[in-house]
């Protein structure tokens, strides 16, 4: 069973495999949800963008298929340095991973609203998985885990 690599690359893949680019105004990497994401089972195409010059290596997920439906990620290590997925095989299978460094982890951020000051999350009980190199991508839940759907973010030491 494949697991989450040490490092993934937030960068923002482009269509010709091998290439990345950096600049929302490129071409950019279409992530295909074959069942939708929980709560969103309409929302089955994702561009995966950058937010903008230093802001990396938070990036967002915006849907092709709804507008409006549009959330913020980041892989997970670069906050918490022991957060550890293990991607079952039906999800492997299903995402065609057969070497973990195809797979990239990224978890969605929950951004406090203006004017409260709290500390914004992450969900790390439900990560994003994604094949590098076919882009099919899935959002798992993390059953037999003590991960929490919102994690206070400080960053990882």
């Not at 949800?33 to 950058?50: C, I, K, M, R, V």
């Not at 969900?123 to 991960?147: E, F, K």
Request: charged share 20%.
């Amino acid at each position: 069973m494949p697991t989450a690599p040490e490092r993934c690359n937030p960068t923002i893949v482009s269509e010709e495999p091998g290439t990345q680019s950096t600049d929302v105004g490129e071409d950019v990497a279409v992530l295909t949800f074959s069942t939708g994401l929980p709560g969103f089972p309409e929302a089955h195409h994702f561009t995966l963008a950058s937010l903008g010059k230093g802001m990396d290596p938070f990036c967002r997920l915006v849907c092709a298929d709804r507008n409006g439906v549009e959330f913020v990620a980041v892989p997970p290590e670069v906050i918490f340095s022991d957060y550890t997925v293990r991607i079952d095989e039906d999800t492997a299978t299903e995402l065609e991973i057969t070497n973990p460094k195809d797979a990239l982890i990224l978890n969605i951020v929950t951004l406090p609203a203006p004017g409260q000051n709290s500390t914004p999350t992450v969900n790390l009980l439900g990560p994003i998985i994604v094949n590098r190199q076919t882009r099919a991508a899935r959002q798992i839940v993390l059953h037999d885990s003590d991960y929490s759907v919102a994690a206070p973010m400080v960053r990882a030491r």
